[in-house]
T-cell receptor
Framework: DAKTTQPPSMDCAEGRAANLPCNHS???????VYWYRQIHSQGPQYIIH???NNETNEMASLIITEDRKSSTLILPHATLRDTAVYYC????????????????FGKGTKLSVIP | GAGVSQSPSNKVTEKGKDVELRCDPI?????LYWYRQRLGQGLEFLIY????????KSGLPSDRFSAERTGESVSTLTIQRTQQEDSAVYLC????????????FGPGTRLTVT
């Protein structure tokens, strides 16, 4: 799996866009970028994933650079409930070999949404 | 639609007692996973079910831990003779099986062994 690097923490004012970066400079052509978050005292929550095109869903947008070496998760209008640790994962999708089902997170980015 | 549910949400037990933790996955999800998360720590994989079979039990910490799944639905994680180091949040997740990375998690069971 490609290694990812995220800033340890970020602040965002309530109602503003939160832009969370992730570097994955060793990503290979068949690896997807996935984002999860974990709100305090809750289970992890899937947010979005993408391969090379930008993606948007009801929760967030994912912008992947053309060279695919970095990506940005955008929460367009952050609320206090978005305060959480956000994890960026790079993995080959569809791979069913050993360990493929084990979800592992790095340190992530602790996002604090400020009133 | 209904998500993954787990029960109980909190469990306090005395050292040496047995506990059973239950997971109800999303209907139709063939894959089910158990994880453990100690306070302030990352996810620790325990076991994975595909249907009612567990191709990988390698994450179970000791023979005091066991899990089963029936009807390709409900799963139970059993911890026998609990120890204080078993205290953690036990998380269950399910997926459609075609995408292991798209796992939907339950709220977890917080186990405290006194």
């Amino acid at each position: 799996d490609a290694k990812t690097t995220q800033p340890p923490s970020m602040d965002c004012a309530e109602g503003r866009a939160a832009n969370l970066p992730c570097n994955h400079s060793t990503i290979s052509g068949n690896e997807y970028v996935y984002w999860y978050r974990q709100i305090h005292s809750q289970g992890p929550q899937y947010i979005i994933h993408g391969l090379k095109n930008n993606e948007t869903n009801e929760m967030a947008s994912l912008i992947i650079t053309e060279d695919r070496k970095s990506s940005t998760l955008i929460l367009p209008h952050a609320t206090l409930r978005d305060t959480a640790v956000y994890y960026c994962i790079v993995r080959v999708a569809g791979y069913s070999g050993a360990g493929s089902y084990q979800l592992t997170f790095g340190k992530g980015t602790k996002l604090s949404v400020i009133p | 639609g209904a998500g993954v549910s787990q029960s109980p949400s909190n469990k306090v037990t005395e050292k040496g007692k047995d506990v059973e933790l239950r997971c109800d996955p999303i209907s139709g999800h063939t894959a089910l996973y158990w994880y453990r998360q100690r306070l302030g720590q990352g996810l620790e994989f325990l076991i994975y079910f595909q249907g009612n079979s567990a191709p990988d039990k390698s994450g179970l910490p000791s023979d005091r831990f066991s899990a089963e799944r029936t009807g390709e639905s409900v799963s139970t994680l059993t911890i026998q003779r609990t120890q204080q180091e078993d205290s953690a949040v036990y998380l269950c997740a399910s997926s459609s099986g075609t995408g292991h990375l798209l796992q939907y998690f339950g709220p977890g069971t917080r186990l405290t062994v006194t």
